[in-house]
């Protein structure tokens, strides 16, 4: 069975983490069950490492194939803005090859809608891969704006690799141009956290939105660094300024690149909001609230892009341990309570869940047994638009593995699901 029809399908089942869709009817979910038993294992293996993210295609040579794809749309804050942006995307459902596609119509037709950060790539220590990059063009600016016809690349941060698929543009290889394809053969020597971005006009292509997760993994198991966990999650932070994407989209000149000013910090590219319920803030998205059970032992992937801010990521009733600094892992690990990261770092933490954290209270949040909050401390980043708190914030979301799980109800009452009513 191809594993890519099932990633979608398997996530809630196998990660145990919310969806937020109308929950399926009895016979579906058999249906569904009845083909996660038919994988192999290796196939539940790969989906079990990668968190059911979507994995690249083996080639008839075995070699891991991803095909990225260039091209701009919009995304929806938590105050209801829609900011333009361009990054990378892919096949819907897949990184398959579609061909060329040079019309907004293809695009809406062929690949998924543009994310920031784009969607995480997963590769093995010691399988090559070979990553394709087709730019697409522009199909949201303005007909005159400066922004249409640019190029991209694709650096991978922190890998060390040669010149020629390094992704900086003329050393020695050209820019992908619009409409044309480049690949870049890779055979990854480290297991870590890493980034993709482009490096073409890097201030305004990396912050309009064209960077995203790299993550490493030695094997099929779910260790890091030879550390074992049991669940982990990538918190990529960024900054945004709709302002100047507004402007690149209008005209391709951002007027006054030393003032530049961001006005969202991101968290997976989402906000908190005050509004529990919504469906855009960053403690709904299963990627994003870290959802754990007791004596858990859960891996966070800290990154992070932007112009100038140093994000100082803060627990409140946790210390992190952490284990590995852009991605190499350190010969001692120590404790931290806030981590300040800046552009470019990766740090990989360990927070291990005591036995009560489901019962414990936190004090400073008051949002209920088994919530805690954890916050950039660099205070800017929890305001947006001038709202607090609307910024780098998320939560830790505790439940007990002595109580029965519950159905992953996306719907209560007619509302989008709460977690903090779990």
């Known amino acids: 069975m191809n594993v890519l029809k099932l990633i979608g399908r398997t996530t809630a089942l196998l990660l145990g983490i919310a969806m937020y869709s109308i929950s399926p009817n009895v016979f579906a979910e058999e249906a569904k069950q009845t083909e996660v038993w038919s994988l192999s294992q290796d196939e539940q293996d790969l989906i079990n490492v990668t968190n059911g993210d979507i994995p690249g295609d083996r080639g008839k040579d075995g070699v891991w194939e991803f095909h990225l794809y ?42 998924e809608p543009v994310k920031v950060p784009s969607d995480p790539v997963h590769l093995f220590v010691g399988e090559k891969a070979r990553v394709t990059l087709h730019n697409t063009g522009m199909h949201c600016a303005a007909e005159h704006s400066g922004i249409n016809h640019v190029a991209h690349t694709i650096h991978f941060h922190g890998l060390d690799l040669t010149p020629a698929v390094d992704g900086v543009p003329s050393l020695p290889v050209d820019p992908v141009l619009e409409h044309t394809a480049f690949t870049y053969e890779l055979l990854p020597q480290y297991e870590g956290s890493f980034m993709g971005h482009c490096h073409v006009d890097s201030f305004n292509h990396i912050l309009a939105g064209m960077y995203f997760p790299i993550i490493i993994h030695q094997d099929r198991s779910k260790t890091a660094y030879g550390y074992k966990y049991d669940r982990d999650y990538t918190l990529f932070l960024s900054e945004l300024s709709s302002v100047a994407n507004e402007q690149l ?60 801010h140093v994000f100082a990521l803060h627990p409140h009733g946790y210390h992190m341990e952490v284990v590995a600094l852009d991605g190499r892992k350190l010969k001692s690990t120590y404790d931290k309570d806030t981590i300040c990261i800046a552009s470019g770092e990766r740090i990989d933490v360990l927070v291990r869940i005591p036995h009560f954290a489901s019962q414990r209270k936190c004090l400073s949040c008051n949002l209920g047994a088994g919530i805690t909050i954890m916050h950039d401390h660099n205070l800017r980043g929890m305001v947006s638009t001038g709202k607090y708190p609307m910024g780098a914030l998320t939560i830790f979301d505790v439940r007990s593995k002595s109580k029965a799980a519950q159905p992953e109800a996306p719907l209560k009452g007619g509302k989008p699901y709460n977690p903090l009513e779990h």
Do not use: C
């Open 70 to 111: 260039t091209t701009d749309g919009y995304i929806e804050m938590t105050n209801g803005e829609l900011v333009w942006v361009f990054g990378y995307t892919h096949a819907k459902g897949s990184f398959k090859n579609v061909g060329e596609v040079t019309t907004k119509e293809q695009v809406e037709q062929l690949l």
């Open 249 to 308: 989209q209008e005209s391709g000149v951002v007027h006054g690149l030393q003032d530049w000013k961001a006005d969202y910090y991101l968290i997976n590219g989402r906000t908190f909001t005050d509004n529990l319920y919504h469906p855009r803030s960053v403690i709904n998205d299963p990627r994003s609230r870290i959802v754990a059970y007791e004596d858990e032992t859960v891996l966070l992937r800290l990154m992070a892009i932007g112009a100038d």
